[in-house]
Every structure is written in C-alpha cells, then in structure tokens.
C-alpha cells in the first residue's frame, strides 16, 4: 500500500536565516521530480509517497522550524494492490440460511424442502 500526498512546501520570504534557506533550497530540488505542474497560489505541488525518506526530511524540517517554513498538505490518496483490496473488506455479506422444519439438522440454502416449504431463519440474515 503506498499513501501519496500532495503538498506545497517552501519558506517563507521574511525573516529566515540563510542556513535554513540553504536546507530548504537542497530538499526543493531534490522534489523537482515529484512536481505535479500544477501550482498552490504561487507555490510548486508536489506529490510524494509518504513513506519515503524524502517525504520524512520535509516533514522533520517543517518540525524543527514551523515558523520559517511553509507547508500545506493538500490531500491524500491511496494505492491499493488487489490482494490488499480484498484484505480490507469492511464485511462479508452472507446469503440466508434456511432451515427445514421437519428435519433441524438439514441446512437447505437455495431448495425448498418438499416437506415444510423452507422457512427462513431470521436472526442470520447478514453477519457484519
């Protein structure tokens, strides 16, 4: 599973040393391949994976200087394999189960039981 996120990621124009700027400089042209070509105001987008260590220096580098640093998560999305599609089914819809009168032991599901018609079960309706 990979969580891609968009962000605009710069620093802001007053009052910032040149040591951070340097730092910001060298993590925005290590981005330059992530641009999306779309801008934020006047800011570049970029679109990262979440998980990658680039994605965690901009993260630990708007921590460490929230005040000289512009950061704006602007959305996620998800990448999902099939396997992983199927692993997360919130729930699993079961058919009905019918039970014939005459014999309790007899489980019928689509039959009718030619003695008693199939009555249906309530309580087994959906399991969630």
């Known amino acids: 599973m990979k969580i891609y996120i968009e962000f605009t990621f710069t620093y802001a124009e007053e009052n910032v040393s040149w040591e ?8 925005l042209y290590k981005l330059k391949k992530y ?5 934020w105001v006047f800011d570049f987008i970029y679109r990262l994976d979440q998980n990658t260590d680039l994605y965690k220096k901009v993260a630990e580098l708007y921590k460490q200087y929230p ?23 919130a729930f699993v819809p079961l058919f009905p189960k019918y039970i014939c ?4 032991d007899i489980e019928n599901e689509y039959e009718e039981c ?3 018609w199939v009555k249906r ?3 087994m309706l959906f399991y969630v």
């Not at 951070?20 to 993590?27: E, L, N, P």
């Not at 000289?68 to 599609?85: A, P």
């Not at 009168?101 to 309790?104: A, L, R």
């Open 101 to 104: 009168e005459e014999y309790e």
């Open 35 to 39: 641009r999306t070509g779309e801008r």
């Open 67 to 89: 005040e000289e640093i512009e950061f704006s998560r602007l959305s996620y999305s998800i990448d999902l394999t099939r396997e992983e599609k199927q692993a997360a089914a």
């Open 20 to 27: 951070i700027k340097k730092k910001v400089t060298q993590i």
């Open 114 to 116: 030619s003695a008693c």
């Open 121 to 123: 079960k309530d309580d």
